[in-house]
Each structure stands twice: as structure tokens, then as C-alpha cells.
């Protein structure tokens, strides 16, 4: 508890220093606090350039920053967030101590000259960064380093963006990947100190400033409906077009990475020359959205230029997250949406900014599946309760849209095109790469279903497993009863009312399915959420044979660096 509460300090204070350089870089390059809400203005600084010093400014952003990254801290580039997830999966929550500094300044830089990202991933990797270096310094375990970690992760969130519950989720279903009371407990703790520090500093107000909205006719419903379905498939292609872009940059540029943020500022001003809106995060473009200020065809065109821009500045080499650009995609299909539901259905369809704010927890559910959190955080960004209802059913369909068109998210993308699957082995582990035919062992004898719970309770305490499998008269498997809901089942008292399981086969339940052919590493973490001690192996028609975590590690004996040498030489 005390080292999540240093942490959510840190992240507190390290969120007020990092959104303190974003202004200042951005007052630097552009002369206006936000020059996405400017216009086509002039930066004071050099009136003589007009407004063509969109063309210089994310040419000597990346000058400056480019070398940094490239010298300091590699893992700095990009959005920063699958860095933390792999770091969590499969290191230890070991981070670079370094990337703290570094994100901070290549993002504040990338962002204040231009970049059209958002500052959720910094923040995130900052934060965890700080988490892994307290660990390290007081030696936690590895378990205790990876919820340091998560802290960091939420305090990051919350104090960006006065989200103290956005930050909790967060770090839980996208960093951890996991809910448990301790992961709760210590990310509160490091959410709500660097909340309040945040608070502190910006004031205890919502982040997005927008009129409240309603929904006033239960036939809005289905429109969210279809929102949400169409809110998931933009957040896949967005993040398609994102690693597209990405790939195309890595094809075309031969020279040096450090150079290839300012050769590729080139392409990236002409573009905010031409739409100024993507310049930075973009926020105060947003709001207007939401607000209705702007028409149809111009959303769409916000809405296809924030997909590009984002695309190219993180293609290019930029330093920044995907959070704020999923929210502003949302808004604008939201509200282009909206405003076209509106214009045909007029006396049931409602206001448009509504559909503006459900489109951008959708789009931000379908490109990062995490539900929970874009339920949350658009709640806590806005203060908008009173859509909850068609927020929370347009981002479980954009998810369940997101799962139907692809198999990964925004983050994990990333992390698969290099090779890496958060759910298999780290390469070079010593288990999890083999196959679970090779390290399960026999059958242990079954016990019939129609068997009583006593004579159950004496096979079971003789049987030298936790759990065994069950099946009925005619040899088809029912699922698997344990040793502790044998011993729950009898000592709950009899009543006539509740009609309590009097045989095996009652309390038979199905665990997670285990195939002998699949990967050790995917076995072990239906093994470790299982009841009981054990799980049975299925072939296509029957069971083959039971898995433990004493078989898997015996089967580091079989098929491990040592048992290979030996039938080499032998």
C-alpha cells in the first residue's frame, strides 16, 4: 500500500510536469495554447512565415526528438501502451528506467510540434516506468513488480485526465489483463493520491468542457445500436490503417531512424497545412464537434484526416498515444452520424452531440476491446451520466463487432507483428513451448455420476489428486468435481428447501478445455483460473489424459536444455 501510494504520487506529479512541456512546446512551435481550435492563424513568434510554419514545425520537432529516442530509449517510439502489456506478460514488469525521461520529452515535443497523438500512451509508459523503477530499487518480487507497474498505469490516467476510475480499469483489463481485490486495492490507492495531485494543479473539473444531453425517445436506442456496430468496424480499420501506413514508412525509408521523424515531418505538415484541426491532440475541435458546429461532410472529413494524420505521425518515428485519436474518430462519426439520423428522423433521432459522445466510447471499445474502460472514462471525461444506458450498449457491440473482424486490438497488433503473443511463452522460457501431450500424465480413474458425495469425498481423498473426472453411465464426460466443493456440499446443512447435490454428477462442473495438442503456455493459464488441482486432456472424442502443474514441470526434464544434451551424447 505504501509503495502504491509513492507511486501514484510520482505518476501524479510526473502527469503535471509532462502536460506542463505539451503547453509549452506547443506555445513554442505554435503560439497558441492549442492551434488545433486556431485555425488557419499565424504563429506570432514568426508572423514573417505566415501560416506555413506548419511546414517547419514537425521538421524541427523531429530533429530534436529523433535523436533522442534513437540514442536514449528505442522503446520510447510510438504509443508506448503494448510496450507496458509486454513488459507486464512476459518481464517481470521490468521497464527501462530511462523511458520515463525520454517519453516525456519525445512526446511533449511530437505533440507540441504537431504530431497528431495523444498523450494517454506517454503518460501510461511514464508511469509505469516509474512503478518499475521503485520496484527495483526496494527489490519486490515479480508478482509485486508487475502491480507496481499497473499503479503507475492508473495513477498516469488518472491524473491526465481527473479520471481516478478510469485509471483503476484501465491498468486492470488492458495492463494486468486481470481483476483480483489486491490489484484493486493497490490501484486505487495510486489512482486516487494522483488524482488528487492532478487536482491540485488543473482543478476538479470534467475534462471536456460539453452541454449536457439526453435521450428523449426509447426508438434512439437502436440508432446507438447501429452506431455501436459501425463504431467497432472504424476502430479496426483504424487500427489497420495505422500499422498499413506504419508499414509503408518502414518500406520506404533506408536512412538513419533518427532522422526519419524529420524527413517524415515533411509529409505530416503539408497535411496540416491543408487541415489544421489535426494538429496536437485536437480537443478543442472535439468539443466543437460534440457541440454541433460542424457540418456533415466536414466531420467526415475530420474523421478520415485524424486517421491519417495519426497513421503518419506514429509511421514516421513520433512519440505519442492512440487514446485521443480513437476518442476524436468517435466524434466525429458520432456526430456525423447524428446530425444525418436527425435530418431524417427529426422528431425521434435527438440531439447530435449524444451520438458524438456514445461514438467515441465505441470507436475507443473497438480498437482496444476494453469495454469497461470506455464505459468509464467517457463517463468521467464528460460527466455525463445521463447516456449511460446507450453508451454501454453501443461499446459492448462495437466489441463484439471488433472481435468478429479481427483477432487483435490497437495494442496487441503492434506487439504480433513482431513476433510476440502476450498469451504464449517468452522467447526463451523454458516452459510453455511445448505441446501438452508431452507433459500430461495418465487418466486418473473417473468417478461415476450417480456416486454419493461421502463414498465421492473417500475416492477423492485417496486418489492423491485435488480433482477428478466425472462420468455418466453411458462413459460421457460431465466435467470435473473437486475436493473443495465436495467438502462445501457436506458441510452445508440439510434442508428440505434448498435441495442440496447428493451425487457426483451434480456437482459436476465443466472447467476451461484443454487439447492434447495444444501450447503448454495456453494450457497453464486455463490450469491456473481452474478449480481444483488438475484438468483433464480431450482428444477429439475422448478424454486422453490429465494435466497438473507438477506434469508440466516434470515435462522440463523431457524436453529441456539438459535432456537434450544427455540424448545427444548418448
Given at each position: 500500500?505504501?509503495?502504491?501510494?509513492?507511486?501514484?504520487?510520482?505518476?501524479?506529479?510526473?502527469?503535471?510536469?509532462?502536460?506542463?512541456?505539451?503547453?509549452?512546446?506547443?506555445?513554442?512551435?505554435?503560439?497558441?495554447?492549442?492551434?488545433?481550435?486556431?485555425?488557419?492563424?499565424?504563429?506570432?513568434?514568426?508572423?514573417?512565415?505566415?501560416?506555413?510554419?506548419?511546414?517547419?514545425?514537425?521538421?524541427?520537432?523531429?530533429?530534436?526528438?529523433?535523436?533522442?529516442?534513437?540514442?536514449?530509449?528505442?522503446?520510447?517510439?510510438?504509443?508506448?501502451?503494448?510496450?507496458?502489456?509486454?513488459?507486464?506478460?512476459?518481464?517481470?514488469?521490468?521497464?527501462?528506467?530511462?523511458?520515463?525521461?525520454?517519453?516525456?520529452?519525445?512526446?511533449?515535443?511530437?505533440?507540441?510540434?504537431?504530431?497528431?497523438?495523444?498523450?494517454?500512451?506517454?503518460?501510461?509508459?511514464?508511469?509505469?516506468?516509474?512503478?518499475?523503477?521503485?520496484?527495483?530499487?526496494?527489490?519486490?518480487?515479480?508478482?509485486?513488480?508487475?502491480?507496481?507497474?499497473?499503479?503507475?498505469?492508473?495513477?498516469?490516467?488518472?491524473?491526465?485526465?481527473?479520471?481516478?476510475?478510469?485509471?483503476?480499469?484501465?491498468?486492470?483489463?488492458?495492463?494486468?489483463?486481470?481483476?483480483?481485490?489486491?490489484?484493486?486495492?493497490?490501484?486505487?490507492?495510486?489512482?486516487?493520491?494522483?488524482?488528487?495531485?492532478?487536482?491540485?494543479?488543473?482543478?476538479?473539473?470534467?475534462?471536456?468542457?460539453?452541454?449536457?444531453?439526453?435521450?428523449?425517445?426509447?426508438?434512439?436506442?437502436?440508432?446507438?445500436?447501429?452506431?455501436?456496430?459501425?463504431?467497432?468496424?472504424?476502430g479496426v480499420g483504424f487500427t489497420r490503417i495505422l500499422y498499413w501506413i506504419e508499414d509503408a514508412c518502414d518500406w520506404i525509408w533506408r536512412g538513419p531512424?533518427?532522422?526519419?521523424?524529420?524527413?517524415?515531418?515533411?509529409?505530416?505538415?503539408?497535411?496540416?497545412?491543408?487541415?489544421?484541426?489535426?494538429?496536437?491532440?485536437?480537443?478543442?475541435?472535439?468539443?466543437?464537434?460534440?457541440?454541433?458546429?460542424?457540418?456533415?461532410?466536414?466531420?467526415?472529413?475530420?474523421?478520415?484526416?485524424?486517421?491519417?494524420?495519426?497513421?503518419?505521425?506514429?509511421?514516421?518515428?513520433?512519440?505519442?498515444?492512440?487514446?485521443?485519436?480513437?476518442?476524436?474518430?468517435?466524434?466525429?462519426?458520432?456526430?456525423?452520424?447524428?446530425?444525418?439520423?436527425?435530418?431524417?428522423?427529426?422528431?425521434?433521432?435527438?440531439?447530435?452531440?449524444?451520438?458524438?459522445?456514445?461514438?467515441?466510447?465505441?470507436?475507443?471499445?473497438?480498437?482496444?476491446?476494453?469495454?469497461?474502460?470506455?464505459?468509464?472514462?467517457?463517463?468521467?471525461?464528460?460527466?455525463?451520466?445521463?447516456?449511460?444506458?446507450?453508451?454501454?450498449?453501443?461499446?459492448?457491440?462495437?466489441?463484439?463487432?471488433?472481435?468478429?473482424?479481427?483477432?487483435?486490438?490497437?495494442?496487441?497488433?503492434?506487439?504480433?507483428?513482431?513476433?510476440?503473443?502476450?498469451?504464449?511463452?517468452?522467447?526463451?522460457?523454458?516452459?510453455?513451448?511445448?505441446?501438452?501431450?508431452?507433459?500430461?500424465?495418465?487418466?486418473?480413474?473417473?468417478?461415476?455420476?450417480?456416486?454419493?458425495?461421502?463414498?465421492?469425498?473417500?475416492?477423492?481423498?485417496?486418489?492423491?489428486?485435488?480433482?477428478?473426472?466425472?462420468?455418466?453411465?453411458?462413459?460421457?464426460?460431465?466435467?470435473?468435481?473437486?475436493?473443495?466443493?465436495?467438502?462445501?456440499?457436506?458441510?452445508?446443512?440439510?434442508?428440505?428447501?434448498?435441495?442440496?447435490?447428493?451425487?457426483?454428477?451434480?456437482?459436476?462442473?465443466?472447467?476451461?478445455?484443454?487439447?492434447?495438442?495444444?501450447?503448454?503456455?495456453?494450457?497453464?493459464?486455463?490450469?491456473?483460473?481452474?478449480?481444483?488441482?488438475?484438468?483433464?486432456?480431450?482428444?477429439?472424442?475422448?478424454?486422453?489424459?490429465?494435466?497438473?502443474?507438477?506434469?508440466?514441470?516434470?515435462?522440463?526434464?523431457?524436453?529441456?536444455?539438459?535432456?537434450?544434451?544427455?540424448?545427444?551424447?548418448?
Amino acid at each position: 500500500m505504501v509503495l502504491a501510494l509513492v507511486v501514484g504520487a510520482g505518476a501524479g506529479l510526473g502527469s503535471i510536469a509532462f502536460r506542463r512541456l505539451i503547453t509549452t512546446f506547443t506555445h513554442l512551435f505554435s503560439g497558441h495554447a492549442d492551434y488545433a481550435g486556431a485555425g488557419h492563424a499565424a504563429n506570432p513568434h514568426v508572423p514573417w512565415l505566415g501560416v506555413y510554419f506548419v511546414l517547419l514545425a514537425p521538421i524541427v520537432g523531429g530533429l530534436l526528438y529523433g535523436p533522442v529516442v534513437d540514442r536514449f530509449a528505442k522503446e520510447a517510439r510510438g504509443h508506448g501502451v503494448p510496450e507496458v502489456m509486454l513488459a507486464v506478460a512476459q518481464r517481470g514488469g521490468r521497464i527501462n528506467p530511462q523511458v520515463s525521461v525520454v517519453k516525456a520529452l519525445a512526446s511533449a515535443l511530437c505533440i507540441g510540434s504537431g504530431g497528431s497523438v495523444g498523450r494517454e500512451g506517454p503518460i501510461v509508459q511514464i508511469g509505469s516506468a516509474l512503478g518499475s523503477t521503485l520496484g527495483r530499487v526496494v527489490k519486490v518480487t515479480e508478482g509485486r513488480m508487475r502491480l507496481l507497474v499497473a499503479c503507475g498505469a492508473a495513477g498516469g490516467i488518472a491524473a491526465t485526465f481527473n479520471a481516478p476510475l478510469a485509471g483503476v480499469f484501465f491498468s486492470m483489463e488492458l495492463i494486468l489483463g486481470a481483476f483480483t481485490a489486491e490489484a484493486f486495492g493497490a490501484t486505487v490507492i495510486s489512482s486516487v493520491v494522483a488524482c488528487a495531485i492532478g487536482r491540485a494543479a488543473f482543478g476538479d473539473t470534467a475534462f471536456l468542457a460539453l452541454p449536457p444531453f439526453h435521450v428523449d425517445h426509447v426508438a434512439q436506442f437502436g440508432l446507438f445500436a447501429v452506431l455501436g456496430v459501425a463504431a467497432g468496424a472504424v476502430g479496426v480499420g483504424f487500427t489497420r490503417i495505422l500499422y498499413w501506413i506504419e508499414d509503408a514508412c518502414d518500406w520506404i525509408w533506408r536512412g538513419p531512424e533518427w532522422l526519419r521523424p524529420a524527413a517524415g515531418g515533411i509529409l505530416l505538415g503539408a497535411l496540416l497545412l491543408a487541415l489544421p484541426q489535426m494538429y496536437g491532440v485536437g480537443y478543442p475541435v472535439l468539443e466543437n464537434a460534440v457541440k454541433g458546429s460542424y457540418v456533415v461532410g466536414f466531420l467526415l472529413l475530420l474523421l478520415v484526416g485524424k486517421i491519417l494524420a495519426t497513421s503518419l505521425t506514429i509511421g514516421i518515428g513520433g512519440s505519442g498515444g492512440v487514446f485521443a485519436p480513437s476518442l476524436f474518430i468517435g466524434a466525429m462519426l458520432g456526430a456525423a452520424y447524428g446530425s444525418a439520423a436527425h435530418g431524417l428522423l427529426p422528431g425521434t433521432a435527438g440531439s447530435a452531440g449524444a451520438y458524438a459522445l456514445v461514438g467515441m466510447g465505441a470507436v475507443f471499445a473497438g480498437s482496444s476491446r476494453a469495454p469497461i474502460t470506455a464505459v468509464v472514462i467517457l463517463f468521467e471525461l464528460t460527466g455525463q451520466y445521463t447516456i449511460i444506458l446507450p453508451l454501454m450498449l453501443a461499446v459492448v457491440l462495437a466489441t463484439a463487432t471488433s472481435h468478429l473482424l479481427s483477432r487483435d486490438t490497437v495494442y496487441t497488433l503492434k506487439l504480433r507483428r513482431r513476433g510476440i503473443d502476450l498469451h504464449a511463452p517468452a522467447r526463451g522460457a523454458a516452459l510453455g513451448s511445448q505441446q501438452v501431450v508431452t507433459a500430461m500424465e495418465e487418466l486418473p480413474a473417473p468417478i461415476p455420476a450417480h456416486t454419493g458425495l461421502r463414498q465421492a469425498a473417500r475416492t477423492l481423498g485417496l486418489s492423491g489428486h485435488g480433482a477428478l473426472p466425472v462420468l455418466d453411465s453411458d462413459g460421457r464426460y460431465l466435467g470435473t468435481l473437486t475436493a473443495r466443493a465436495v467438502a462445501e456440499a457436506l458441510a452445508t446443512p440439510v434442508s428440505d428447501d434448498s435441495g442440496p447435490p447428493h451425487t457426483a454428477g451434480e456437482l459436476a462442473e465443466l472447467p476451461p478445455r484443454i487439447t492434447a495438442d495444444m501450447s503448454l503456455a495456453t494450457a497453464l493459464h486455463s490450469l491456473v483460473t481452474a478449480p481444483g488441482t488438475g484438468l483433464p486432456v480431450h482428444d477429439e472424442t475422448r478424454l486422453v489424459g490429465w494435466l497438473t502443474h507438477q506434469s508440466a514441470l516434470r515435462s522440463l526434464h523431457t524436453t529441456g536444455p539438459a535432456a537434450r544434451a544427455d540424448t545427444s551424447s548418448a
